[in-house]
C-alpha cells in the first residue's frame, strides 16, 4: 500500500562514479556534483532515503541506488519523489477517533527507529528506540500486540512492513477508546438478559394454571372420538380470548364433523347405489320374457356398484390431507405444550391426548393406505440407503418391546447381501415393522428372528428374500390364505385379544408387490414352532466405495458368550466376516474351559463378549473369574499406529503386529512391508486393573442394564439386537485401537454446529392452522419466520429481505406456490441475489408434483400435513447442504428430494 502511495517520481538524474551529473530530466534540479564519497555508501539492494523535508512544490524527498557493471560501482540514480500523498496518508485522521494514529518508522543504526515524519499526537518524537511492534514490522512480521507508546500510555497496535524498503508501518489507539462500545454492550445484554428471565418467569407460571382444564376436556373428548362416537365435540372457548388450546379446540372439532360428514356422505352414496341394484333385480324377477333387457340392466346396476366402490376408494384416498391435518395438529400442538412448564398431571393428561391422537392417527393411516393402494395411487420412490442401516433401525424401534415381553431379537444379515441399494426405504420399513411388531405381539416366549438372504443378482440389481420367524402361537393352513386379505384376521378372538385393524399384511403385501417381489407364510400351525413371513424385493445396487476396514481385525481372538443359540451363532458368523477368529459357548463352565484351554495352548483370547444374563443369571461370576485370572487374556493391540505403519494384503495371511512391536523400536528403514511373530517378541497381558476392558457386555435395551455395567467397572457394552456400526466401534476400543472415534467426534461436534445454525424462514400458507404449526414448531428449534399469506406476499417478502429457506404451500390464493417460485427465481436472477433453497408443502406428494416443483425452480418438497420430524429433518439436511445451482438440467432434476 505504501509503495503505491509514494511511487509519484518528479525528476530523476544520473551521476558517474567520481560524482559529476551526467543526465537529469529537469535542469537546475540536483546538484552538479556530489561527493565521491556518498557514491560509494550507496549498496545496490536497498535504495538510499532522504528524509521528507517541506518545500515551496510541497513534501519531497529523494532516492538514490547505484549503478553496477558486474561488480564495479560506475554511478548512481537519483530520484526526486513528491511525499505529499504519503505524508496526508500518515496524517489522515480517518477512523482513528481521538488517541489514534498511524506511524512509519526506517531503522537508524542497530538500537533506534527514526520516523519518516514526526508523530502526530507528539510533534517532537522523531526516534524511538528499537523494540515493541515498530521494530517487528521493519524485522518483517505482521500482527496484532497490545504495548505501551512513546507517551506512555497502553494501546492496541497493528504492525506490518512496508515491502522493499524495509519501512514499518504502525497504526494504534488507546486501548480504553478502542473498548469503549464492547463494555457499552456488555451492561446492555446483561440488563436485557435479566429483564427477560423476569419475565418469562412470570409468564410460564400463568400459562401452567390456565391448561388443566382444556388439556382434561381435549383428553376425554379425542377417547371419546377415538371409541367411534362421532357426535363428540369439545366446547369452544371466549371470542375474546384466543390462543393456541382455542386452535386445539377449532381443529379436533372441525376434524370430528369432516370425519362425521364423510361418513354420511359415504353412506347415503352406497345406499343408492345399492337400491339402483335391488330395483334391477325386481324387475327381474316381475319380467321374466324381458330377461335379455333385465340381465343388461343388471349388468349396468354392476357397473354402477363398482363406480361406487371406486368413488369411496378414490374419495379416501384424496382426504388424506384432510383428515390428517387437524389430527396432526392435535399431535403437534400437544408435543408443543408437553415442552413448557407444567405439572405433573398436566404432562399425563397431554400424554393421554398425544397417545389418543396417534392410535387414531394410525388407525385412519391404515384406512387411507389401504384404499390408496386400491384406488392404484401409491408410488414409490427410488433414493439410495442403506440396507443394514434401514433394518437396524427397525429393529431398534421395537427392541423396547421385544425386551418388555422377555423375547430374543435377532438380526441375521448373510455375508454377500449389499448394503447400498436403490429402492423406496420407507416402505421397506413400514413392512419390517409391521412384521417384526406381529411376530412380538403374537409371541409369548422364545425368539423373533428376521433374516435377509440374496435370492439372485445380477450386474445392475439384485433380489433379496427378507424372512421374520417367531416362535409363537402359529396359524393353521386353513386360515393362511384369509392373512392377506383387508380386514380379514385368523379369528374373531384375535381382534378381542390383540386388536388391530386387519390391515397391516394385506397393505405389506402390496407393498412388497410394488418393490416387484410378492410376500407369503409358513407355519405347521402349532403353538411354539411359530411361523415364517417371507418376502422378495428387487433392488437396484448403488455403487459405493465406503466400507469398513475390517484388516485390522484379522489375527484377533475372540470368544463369544450367549445362552441363545442363534443370537450366538449370528454374532460368531458376523465376526468372522471380519476376519476375527470367533469362538462361541452358551454357558458359564463351557467359558471358562474355553479359556483356560486358550491359554494352556498358548492361543489366548483378546477380548470376551458376553451376554449380561445367562440362563436368567446375571454373568457377574465369569467376570469376576477373568479378573482374578488375568493372564487367561492376551492384549492384541493398543496403539494406532498397528493400524497405518504395518499394512497387510488382503490376501496374506499374517497376522498384522500389536503394540509391543513398537516398544522394541521397530523403525521404519528395519520393518518391512509385512511381518511374521518372531518367537522373541514381547507378549503383553492384562492385569487385574485393566482386565475388564477386554470384557463387552452384550445387555438389552434397557438402560438399568447399561448403568449396571459401570458399576461393574466395565466400561464398554453394546445393546442386542447388535448394530453393526456400533459394535465396530466397540471392538476397536477394547482391543486398543486408535480408532477414528475422537476424530469423527470433532466432526460430528463440527456438523452439529451447523445442525443446530438458526435459520431464518419465510412461511407461505394460507391455512391457519398448517400456518401455526409450522410457525410454533419453527420457533421451538430456535429459527425466525416471516408469515405470508398467499403467493403474492411471499414474493414480495423474499423481494424485501433474504431468508434462509421458503417453505412454499403449492395450492394458495391469489398467486399459487409455482408461480410465485418462477417468480422469486426470475427476481434472483434478474439481480445477482444468491439461490433461496425453497420447499414445496403439497397434500399430495404423488409422481407428477415433483416435475412440477422442479419446473417452478424449487429444490425439495415435503408433504402435508406437516409432520415434526420429518421438517426438522429437512431443516438439518438443507442447512449442512451445498445450495443448488439454478439449472433446468436433467441432473437438477435427479437432485429433487421429497421428505
Not at 383428553?219 to 371419546?224: C, E, L, S
Not at 429402492?423 to 420399513?429: A, E, I, N
Not at 483370547?605 to 467376570?623: I, K, R, T
Not at 493391540?637 to 498397528?642: F, K, L, Q, T
Request: with cysteine.
Amino acid at each position: 500500500m505504501a509503495i503505491s502511495v509514494i511511487s509519484d517520481f518528479m525528476n530523476a538524474a544520473v551521476y558517474d562514479s567520481k560524482g559529476h551529473l551526467v543526465l537529469e530530466t529537469e535542469e537546475n534540479v540536483f546538484q552538479p556534483r556530489i561527493e565521491e564519497a556518498s557514491i560509494n555508501t550507496v549498496v545496490q539492494e536497498i535504495p538510499n532515503l532522504q528524509y521528507p523535508v517541506e518545500t515551496s512544490n510541497g513534501w519531497m524527498y529523494t532516492l538514490s541506488r547505484g549503478i553496477h557493471k558486474g561488480q564495479k560501482l560506475i554511478g548512481q540514480l537519483m530520484v526526486s519523489v513528491n511525499a505529499t500523498k504519503l505524508v496526508s496518508l500518515v496524517y489522515d485522521r480517518t477512523g482513528l477517533q481521538e488517541t489514534g494514529e498511524l506511524l512509519v518508522g526506517i531503522p537508524d543504526g542497530p538500537d533506534k527507529i527514526r520516523l519518516l515524519l514526526p508523530a502526530m499526537q507528539k510533534p517532537n518524537v522523531i526516534v524511538l528506540p528499537y523494540k515493541g511492534a515498530m521494530a517487528k514490522a521493519i524485522n518483517g512480521e505482521s500482527g496484532i500486540l497490545k504495548e505501551r507508546n512513546y507517551r506512555g500510555a497502553r494501546v492496541i497496535a497493528a504492525y506490518r512492513p512496508a515491502g522493499f524498503l524495509h519501512w514499518g508501518l504502525l497504526a494504534q489507539m488507546e486501548i480504553k477508546e478502542a473498548y469503549a462500545s464492547v463494555w457499552s454492550v456488555r451492561l446492555v445484554i446483561l440488563v436485557t438478559f435479566s429483564a427477560l428471565l423476569f419475565v418469562g418467569a412470570l409468564a410460564s407460571l400463568g400459562l401452567a394454571k390456565a391448561f388443566t382444564s382444556p388439556i382434561i376436556e381435549l383428553g376425554k373428548a379425542a377417547f371419546a372420538l377415538g371409541q367411534g362416537d362421532m357426535r363428540t365435540r369439545v366446547k369452544k372457548g371466549s371470542s375474546c380470548f384466543h390462543d393456541e388450546f382455542s386452535n386445539l379446540k377449532d381443529a379436533f372439532n372441525g376434524m370430528a364433523h369432516r370425519i362425521a360428514s364423510h361418513q354420511y356422505i359415504l353412506e347415503h352414496e352406497v345406499s343408492e347405489r345399492t337400491s339402483d341394484l335391488a330395483h334391477a333385480h325386481d324387475g327381474l324377477a316381475r319380467e321374466v320374457e324381458e330377461r335379455k333387457r333385465i340381465e343388461l340392466e343388471l349388468e349396468k346396476a354392476k357397473d354402477i356398484a363398482m363406480a361406487a366402490d371406486r368413488s369411496k376408494s378414490e374419495f379416501l384416498a384424496n382426504m388424506s390431507h384432510e383428515i390428517r391435518t387437524p389430527l396432526n395438529a392435535i399431535i403437534n400442538f400437544t408435543e408443543l405444550c408437553l415442552d413448557t412448564q407444567i405439572t405433573q398431571e398436566q404432562q399425563e393428561h397431554l400424554e393421554y391426548v398425544q397417545f389418543a391422537a396417534q392410535h387414531l392417527l394410525r388407525l385412519i393411516t391404515d384406512i387411507l393406505d389401504f384404499n390408496k393402494i386400491a384406488a392404484g395411487k401409491l408410488e414409490m420412490e427410488e433414493i439410495q440407503f442403506s440396507l443394514y442401516e434401514q433394518l437396524e433401525q427397525s429393529l431398534s424401534v421395537l427392541a423396547a418391546r421385544a425386551w418388555k415381553s422377555g423375547l430374543e431379537l435377532c438380526c441375521d444379515i448373510h455375508a454377500d447381501v449389499p448394503d447400498q441399494l436403490l429402492g423406496d426405504p420407507g416402505r421397506l420399513l413400514q413392512i419390517f415393522v409391521n412384521l417384526v411388531g406381529n411376530g412380538i405381539k403374537f409371541t409369548k416366549k422364545g425368539e423373533v428372528i428376521v433374516s435377509v438372504t440374496v435370492n439372485s443378482k445380477s450386474a445392475d440389481d439384485v433380489e433379496l428374500l427378507f424372512a421374520v420367524k417367531d416362535s409363537g402361537l402359529g396359524i393353521p393352513q386353513t386360515k393362511q390364505s384369509l392373512l392377506f386379505q383387508a380386514f380379514s384376521q385368523v379369528d374373531s378372538s384375535t381382534q378381542r385379544l390383540y386388536g388391530g385393524t386387519g390391515l397391516g399384511l394385506a397393505i405389506s403385501s402390496k407393498l412388497a408387490a410394488a418393490m416387484g417381489g410378492r410376500m407369503w407364510v409358513e407355519s405347521e400351525g402349532v403353538e411354539g414352532l411359530g411361523s415364517t413371513f417371507s418376502f422378495t424385493g428387487r433392488f437396484k445396487l448403488f455403487p459405493s466405495n465406503s466400507s469398513m476396514n475390517f484388516l485390522m481385525f484379522k489375527g484377533v481372538r475372540a470368544l463369544v458368550v450367549d445362552d441363545n443359540s442363534t443370537g450366538l451363532r449370528i454374532l460368531t458368523d458376523l465376526l468372522k466376516s471380519w476376519n476375527i477368529i470367533a469362538d462361541g459357548v452358551m454357558t458359564t463352565e463351557a467359558a471358562k474351559s474355553a479359556l483356560e484351554l486358550g491359554e494352556s495352548s498358548g492361543h489366548k483370547y483378546n477380548v470376551v463378549l458376553l451376554d449380561m444374563w445367562l440362563g436368567g443369571v446375571e454373568a457377574l461370576d465369569l467376570v469376576e473369574y477373568i479378573r482374578a485370572r488375568p493372564d487367561l487374556l492376551q492384549k492384541y493391540a493398543s496403539d494406532a499406529e498397528v493400524n497405518t505403519l504395518y499394512p497387510v494384503e488382503p490376501d496374506s495371511d499374517l497376522a498384522l503386529p500389536s503394540a509391543h512391536c513398537l516398544s522394541q523400536q521397530c523403525s521404519s528403514k528395519s520393518t518391512p512391508d509385512r511381518l511374521r511373530y518372531g518367537p522373541n517378541l514381547k507378549v503383553e497381558i492384562y492385569t487385574k486393573d485393566n482386565v475388564s476392558s477386554a470384557i463387552i457386555m452384550l445387555t438389552s435395551v434397557n438402560h438399568m442394564e447399561s448403568s449396571r455395567c459401570k458399576e461393574l467397572g466395565l466400561p464398554f457394552h453394546t445393546s442386542k439386537p447388535i448394530r453393526r456400526s456400533l459394535l465396530n466401534r466397540v471392538l476397536r476400543s477394547a482391543l486398543g485401537f486408535e480408532d477414528k472415534m475422537s476424530h469423527d467426534e470433532g466432526k460430528t461436534s463440527k456438523e452439529s454446529k451447523k445442525l443446530n445454525k438458526r435459520l431464518h424462514v419465510l412461511i407461505a400458507e394460507d391455512n391457519p392452522v398448517n400456518q401455526r404449526v409450522a410457525i410454533k414448531l419453527l420457533h421451538k428449534w430456535g429459527h425466525t419466520t416471516v408469515l405470508a399469506v398467499d403467493g403474492a406476499e411471499a414474493v414480495e417478502r423474499s423481494a424485501k429481505e433474504e431468508f434462509d429457506i421458503i417453505l412454499m404451500d403449492v395450492q394458495m390464493p391469489v398467486c399459487d406456490g409455482f408461480e410465485a417460485t418462477a417468480k422469486i427465481r426470475e427476481y434472483e436472477r434478474s439481480h445477482n441475489r444468491k439461490i433461496t433453497p425453497i420447499v414445496a408443502m403439497t397434500a399430495h406428494a404423488m409422481m407428477g408434483d415433483g416435475e412440477y416443483c422442479i419446473a417452478a425452480g424449487m429444490d425439495y418438497y415435503i408433504s402435508k400435513p406437516l409432520n415434526a420430524k420429518k421438517l426438522q429433518d429437512l431443516l438439518q439436511y438443507v442447512a449442512t447442504s451445498s445450495l443448488r445451482v439454478y439449472s433446468a438440467s436433467p441432473s437438477h432434476k435427479n437432485s429433487m428430494s421429497m421428505w
